[in-house]
Structure formats: structure tokens, C-alpha cells
């Protein structure tokens, strides 16, 4: 009987524009020094062409994966509900977990590695596990940095980030605007907010409730009071 492992990590919790991806990878915890040994690791410390390759390897050597998406106007929707990212990651994760931890597995152990969002571990895990449906057979381990220790982390990394990367390149190609990597300290996703936001605001592209968003809107709407003045 194979030693499971799933490791649970996501993309592009930061950025104004696009999905936050969350994957889980469940892997049989043998095949992890291969995967490794192919360079499997954070996806940070892995170039774009790479992620891509190894992606695929990740793929065919789970036993199962889970990608969920959660789309920007669902993030503002939960923040205005009063549930915050944190939670949003957790809930997420969990149903990863619902779904990969199905009936004909809950007689198998599971060791759960979840790359923890939270600076208190011991909060999260407790509202992690609130929402998995069945944990008998699941051991828990909520750590920073669990994707860089962790092979079933850093592979759930890696098709999470390649997951984030397809999905913005699609927005480009639909919208026909480079919008960068979307984060908000890119130049080139700051200057297509300061060209572009008005004509996309309504695509349903932008995370509305980010602080970058929202400081762009006041800033065009003082520009906008300042020209009502001029003109007058």
C-alpha cells in the first residue's frame, strides 16, 4: 500500500488582476525523490519554460490533482462578506481535500502539507480542518515554507503557478492589452491599470477591493474633480 502525501499550495494570492489558483498533488511519497531529482522544487526558484516541463512530468507521476480557481469578482464577493483571504485559502484547501480524500481513500493515511497563509498556524489549521468533511485518516501538517520542504508542496507550486500564468495569458489574449503578471509592483501591469482600467473595469478582470485598485480610483476621480474645477 502506497505512503500518501498531498501537498497543497497556490498562486497569485497577490496580485489586482486575475485568479488565485490553489492545487493539491497527491503523490505516492516514494516517487518524491524522483520528482525532485527531475528539479522539481518552489516554483519561484523555477524559470517560466521549466515550470511548463515539469508541469506535465508532476501530472502524469501523481495518483491524483485538484486545481481549483477563484475568480477576482468571487474574491471581492468574500471580502465584502467579511470572509478574508486567509479563510478563502482555507476553505479552498479544504476542498481539496473533500475532494481528493473520496470515499474509496479515507481507509488510507493521508499526510496533508498545506504551505500555511497565516502568520498564526495553530488559527489557521483549526479553521482548515473546520471545513474538511471527513479527517479521520488525515495527519495535518500546516507549515511556512511547506513548499519549499516539502516535494508534494512544491509540485502542488508549480501546477499552481503554471495554472495562474495560463489563465493571465488568456485575459491578454482576450482583452488584446499586455497587462504584466498582474501583481501590482510590475511596471508594465501598473501602466496598463493607469491606460487601460476604465475600458476593462467592467470585464470582470480586476480584484476591485485591492488597495492598488482603489487608490487608482481615487486618484482618477481627484484628477477628475481638479478638471471640473479647472474647467469651471
Not at 497577490?14 to 516514494?30: A, F, R, S, T
Not at 501538517?141 to 501546477?159: G, M, R, T, Y
Request: proline share 3%.
Amino acid at each position: 500500500m502506497p505512503e500518501l502525501v498531498l501537498g497543497i499550495d497556490d498562486a497569485g494570492r497577490g496580485p489586482c488582476i486575475g485568479p488565485m489558483i490553489l492545487v493539491g498533488v497527491l503523490l505516492d511519497k516514494k516517487d518524491e525523490a524522483g520528482l525532485k531529482k527531475l528539479g522539481v522544487k518552489d516554483s519561484k526558484q523555477v524559470i517560466h519554460s521549466e515550470r511548463v516541463l515539469l508541469a506535465e512530468k508532476i501530472k502524469k507521476t501523481a495518483i491524483d490533482f485538484c486545481v481549483l480557481e477563484k475568480h477576482p469578482s468571487e474574491i471581492d464577493n468574500d471580502l465584502k462578506e467579511g470572509i478574508n483571504l486567509n479563510r478563502v485559502e482555507a476553505i479552498m484547501a479544504a476542498g481539496i481535500i473533500n475532494k481528493i480524500n473520496s470515499k474509496s481513500r479515507q481507509k488510507e493515511k493521508i499526510t496533508v502539507f498545506v504551505d500555511c497563509p497565516s502568520n498564526n498556524i495553530i488559527k489557521w489549521r483549526a479553521v482548515l480542518v473546520g471545513y474538511v468533511e471527513h479527517s479521520d485518516n488525515i495527519e495535518f501538517k500546516i507549515e511556512h515554507k511547506a513548499d519549499v520542504n516539502h516535494v508534494s508542496c512544491s509540485a502542488a507550486s508549480i501546477l499552481a503557478k503554471v495554472k495562474r500564468e495560463d489563465e493571465v495569458e488568456k485575459l491578454k489574449k482576450k482583452i488584446g492589452v499586455d497587462c504584466g503578471s498582474g501583481y501590482p509592483s510590475d511596471p508594465v501591469t501598473k501602466k496598463f491599470l493607469k491606460e487601460y482600467y476604465e475600458k476593462h473595469k467592467k470585464d470582470g478582470i480586476f480584484r476591485e477591493s485591492w488597495q492598488t485598485i482603489k487608490d487608482h480610483c481615487s486618484g482618477e476621480k481627484s484628477k477628475k474633480q481638479q478638471k471640473n474645477i479647472l474647467d469651471y
